[in-house]
T-cell receptor, first 113, second 112 residues
Framework: GQQVMQIPQYQHVQEGEDFTTYCNSSTTLSNIQWYKQRPGGHPVFLIQLVKSGEVKKQKRLTFQFGEAKKNSSLHITATQTTDVGTYFCAANTIKAAGNKLTFGGGTRVLVKP | GAGVSQSPRYKVTKRGQDVALRCDPISGHVSLYWYRQALGQGPEFLTYFNYEAQQDKSGLPNDRFSAERPEGSISTLTIQRTEQRDSAMYRC??????????FGPGTRLTVL
């Protein structure tokens, strides 16, 4: 079945530094979404990528969809304490009906001030 | 406006009991999704509805789990004869289209 892997599982970052988290799928995707879950909170939608090679930016966050539509990345620049949380990618396969999402295991981000 | 609401927020039950978890989606949202999230893991798809029609229930672990959305709005996830392995956070989400899903606060189920 559909599998979505995220690496790293944990990311300890010094405040002000940059980091990247990666999402890889075993199958070609129709689109990919990213969600952020703060400690004790619920997942909150960040963005959706649809096109091969697509790059989208939200302030300090840069999202990229791979050319083969099997992987994606999230790059955060100048990390702040507000970036703490778990970042999930969620994949929507081409064959899936509707908006059935398969979530990755998430990257837990801890920021050291 | 109001977001997705779920009740109860916490449920502690004894093994073998039935539980019903409720989800009230954002008004007007066509699609409603149920997920289960274990501690430290991503949400795991259970089932989803468009209006009152259950479109996909492939994620339901076994026949003890069922869900309904009879009037296309509020949904109930029922777990019969609960087992300790059913303990998890159960999350509901709704959407108006094929893009972002809005998640509720979840119901933390503990089976003793």
């Amino acid at each position: 079945g559909q599998q979505v892997m995220q690496i790293p599982q944990y990311q300890h970052v010094q405040e002000g530094e940059d980091f990247t988290t990666y999402c890889n799928s075993s199958t070609t995707l129709s689109n990919i979404q990213w969600y952020k879950q703060r400690p004790g909170g619920h997942p909150v939608f960040l963005i959706q990528l649809v096109k091969s090679g697509e790059v989208k930016k939200q302030k300090r966050l840069t999202f990229q969809f791979g050319e083969a539509k099997k992987n994606s990345s999230l790059h955060i620049t100048a990390t702040q304490t507000t970036d703490v949380g778990t970042y999930f990618c969620a994949a929507n396969t081409i064959k899936a009906a509707g908006n059935k999402l398969t979530f990755g295991g998430g990257t837990r981000v801890l920021v050291k001030p | 406006g109001a977001g997705v609401s779920q009740s109860p927020r916490y449920k502690v039950t004894k093994r073998g009991q039935d539980v019903a978890l409720r989800c009230d989606p954002i008004s007007g949202h066509v699609s409603l999704y149920w997920y289960r999230q274990a501690l430290g893991q991503g949400p795991e798809f259970l089932t989803y509805f468009n209006y009152e029609a259950q479109q996909d229930k492939s994620g339901l672990p076994n026949d003890r789990f069922s869900a309904e959305r009879p009037e296309g709005s509020i949904s109930t996830l029922t777990i019969q004869r609960t087992e300790q392995r059913d303990s998890a956070m159960y999350r509901c989400a709704s959407s108006s289209g094929l893009v972002k899903q809005f998640f509720g606060p979840g119901t933390r189920l503990t089976v003793l």
